[in-house]
Every structure is written in C-alpha cells, then in structure tokens.
C-alpha cells in the first residue's frame, strides 16, 4: 500500500470541507494499511498530531482566521510514494517541488475555482486582471500535475473550459456517514433557543461568492411559517444580517458551530438552502443529505448534479428569486418522502465509497 505525502493550505480544526474530507481519507488509507501524512500551514493553538507536519505560516489578511502556509518540505515526507495536492498555492508549489525531486506522480486535487475570489481583494478591471492571472495559474500548476481530481463533473467540465490537458478524474469528496447521521435535534433547538416549527437555513462559510444573499428575498416571498436559521460565519455575515432586518425576518444567526453540533444542525433542519453558484461539489449539501434533510439548490455549477431534483431536493435558477421561493414550498411540502430518499443513498455518498475510487486513481499511476 502506498505511502501518500498530501500538503494542503486548510487543515486546521476549522470546519472547512476540505479539512474533513482529508482527515477521513487519511484515517480511511490507514485503515487499508497505508500511510498519508499531511503538510499544512502551523497555527499557534494547534499541536500536530501523528502523521501532521506543520510549515510556517503568515495571516491572510482578507480572511480572518485562515493561515496561509510558506512552502516548506517536511524531512519525514520526503519517502512518499505519490505527492497529493490540495492547494495549488504555496504548499501545493512544495509538493509539485517534492514530486519532482524524489521523482513520483504528482495528484492535484481541484477543490475550489481560485478566479471566482478576485472580488475579495479587488473590483472592477483590476478584479478581472486577477482573475485572468489565477485562470493562467491554475493551468499552470494542473497541467504538471500526473492526474487531476475533481469531485464532480461539472468540476471536470470547467477545467477542460479553461484548458487543463492533464488526465481529470472524478472522486466525490465523501461524507462520513458515521458521524453525519440523523438524530434528534430537539436538544440543539433547546440549546440555541430556536422555536418549534419548521427550521430552514445554511451553516457554511459566509462568503460573497456563494450569493447567500439570495437567501432573505426567497424566504420572505415563499409561503411558510418557518423560521430562518443560520450557521457559521465569514465576511458577508454583516450583509446578510442586514437584509434579513430590512425584510423583517426573525433570522437567527448562530455564529461558528462546533463539529459535534452540525448532524444535530442538519437534523434540525426542514431544509438545507445552498444558493452558491461556485461550488466544486457542495459537501455540506451532502452532509444535510446524510442526515435525511433535502437540499434546496441553486441549477448551477457543481450543486446541479449534487441535489437531485425530486430526490434529495429541488433546483431553482439562479438569480430568481420565485423559482427559489417556490422550491423552498416544495421541499417543506415533500419534506418525509425526500428525507426517506435522502436516507436510500447514504451509502452511495460514503467517504469509503470515495476512498474506493481514489484508490483506483493511485493504482494506475
């Protein structure tokens, strides 16, 4: 079995997607008889673990709390088998550099189209310039890469738009269905006040790419008595308050949410509201799922294939703010029969599902 040396820019105990659906194909290789260690950029309050590898890192000044990672090749790393990457940026530069040093392939995992940030640190012609340097970058970077993992198609279709030649193979990120289950959500009702009735919302990262703000005026034009609920946090949570004030929604917004708490989040929930248009697969759409909570999702980018329309939820077209109103209606009014449904493909959106096909990826390099 392989020896795997996996360098990304987020791994810290942060709910962030990417950092739980390595830490669980980690511990799932291992499980098989392999070893993955992970390089990822240090943080003051976080002590690595076995097989975790800290670089020094620096503040991201346009996301509090994000470290970014100075390239940096960890001695104990140096005898992998195969290099893969979770970030194209500083410490994905050091696995591309390892890869080519030691001589092994070199995997890219695409987890997030870096363009669509431009409008964090610019706007106007400059936000296009950059954007236009991080498309040249990605093809950069993914074309040295031996093979490209995407966890979706839509995923794979944008990189074959934008002129990415290496191999791109489809691997879903997985859920980890031991832990992302349903359960009772009444003691987390208890916990953070929330009323009896009808729960709709979003944890996530509040981030002004993901159109959360979308969100207020289809709330405010279906016809329900739910109440609004919201988990997490990041840079558009101020607007979002906002708007939900001037709608006059009792929106309640919960601020960052313990891991622990979120199958109690999800179960809680009558509907699980996604709008974002940039996602690369939509992980959180899938823990919801798991949990037997539908998915009300944005018909764009990767959430078109991730919710299943009738399924594990419905689609409403971006940007209409009735068509997301009335799918809000629908998934309330269908609410037993696709959380049911939802509950039939757990297996299928497994992480051992996914560690499957990864697997199969490493084999043929």
Known sequence: MQTVAAFTDTYLPTVNGVTYTLESWRDRWRDRGGRMD???????????????????????????????????VPDEVRDADLVHAHTPFALGLSGLYLALRIDVPLVASYHTPTSEYADYIANGRTATAIEGVARQYERWYLNHARVVVVPSEPAREHLRGIGIDAPVSVVPN?????????????????????????LVGYTGRHGFEKDLDEIPAAFDAADTDATLVFGGDGPARGALERMTAEYGIDARFLGFLPREDLPAFYSALDAFLFPSPVETQGLVALEANACGTPVVGVNDGALADTVVDGVTGYHFARGDTTDFADAIERTL????????????????????HAVDRLAHVYDGL
């Not at 690595?48 to 509090?64: L, N």
């Open 333 to 352: 009014a269908g609410r037993p029969t696709l959380s049911e449904r939802c509950l039939d493909r757990r297996e299928r959106m497994s992480v051992e």
């Open 38 to 72: 992970v390089v990822f950029p240090g943080a003051p309050d976080y002590e690595p673990g076995e097989g975790e590898y800290a670089t020094r890192s620096v503040g991201f000044p346009f996301y509090d709390g994000f470290r970014f990672g100075l390239p940096g």
């Open 174 to 198: 997985g859920v980890d269905t031991e832990f992302f289950g349903p359960v009772d959500g009444g003691d987390f009702r208890e916990r953070y006040d929330l009323p009896d009735g009808p």
